[in-house]
């Protein structure tokens, strides 16, 4: 059984509910590997592999 289509506006939503963090730019590489962190926790959380 294949799940419905989630809506991409209703993820967006809910992504940004989460408070993600901006990228500020390139500060430092350390500075953007947390960001990415970040973000993958999120998108990890919301179950978004791809």
Known sequence: MVPPPVREDLLYE???R???PEF???TNPI???NWLIDIQ???DFMRLTE
């Open 41 to 43: 926790v999120i998108l």
């Open 31 to 33: 500075a953007a590997d």
């Open 14 to 16: 809910r992504f940004r």
């Open 18 to 20: 989460m408070k993600a």
């Open 24 to 26: 500020e730019g390139p």
